[in-house]
């Protein structure tokens, strides 16, 4: 195990970022005359989402969690997203309430478009609606005309 130097959570051997508070774990080396090498396993568990939206150049930390819907929140709203993009245009770019769901299934990141009304892609393949999809680190994912690079 290791300890996150800013919040001191435990972490298992080869995390990158601190699941607690996401702060790199990774310290590179200082000489350039030495290389950093980056533990890598077989099937590395996902701890943290970055998404990075393509058109404002935001980046949001999403802390890991087995499933995030995402959306975007309105006044009175009884359910709020785990990922809201009202902040980011979300009713401008088409963003539905409960647009879709990112989640762990047999650690493998998933997307499952919840019935929006502006549909979902993938690197530019429309999804259908309640069916899982793969998603891949370096993935764009498009909730109606709402852009966002996904690292993990």
Do not use: W
Not at 102 to 116: A, N, R, T, Y
Not at 117 to 134: A, F, H, R
């Amino acid at each position: 195990m290791i300890l996150c130097s800013n919040c001191q959570s435990r972490e298992y051997e080869g995390a990158l970022f601190c699941s607690n508070c996401g702060a790199s774990l990774f310290q590179g080396l200082e000489s350039d005359n030495q290389t950093a090498e980056i533990p890598v396993t077989e099937s590395p568990p996902v701890r943290a989402i970055t998404l990075q939206l393509v058109d404002q150049g935001v980046s949001i930390f999403v802390p890991y969690s087995a499933e995030l819907i995402l959306g975007r929140s309105v006044e009175d709203q009884p359910f709020l997203p785990d990922v809201d993009f009202a902040k980011y245009e979300g009713y401008k770019s088409g963003v539905s309430r409960l647009h879709a769901i990112l989640k762990i299934v047999d650690m493998e990141l998933k997307i499952f478009d919840l019935g929006s009304s502006n549909g979902t892609k993938i690197n530019g393949l429309k999804l259908k609606p309640n069916v899982d999809c793969q998603v891949k680190n370096d993935d764009v994912i498009t909730l109606g005309r709402l852009k966002f690079k996904i690292n993990f």
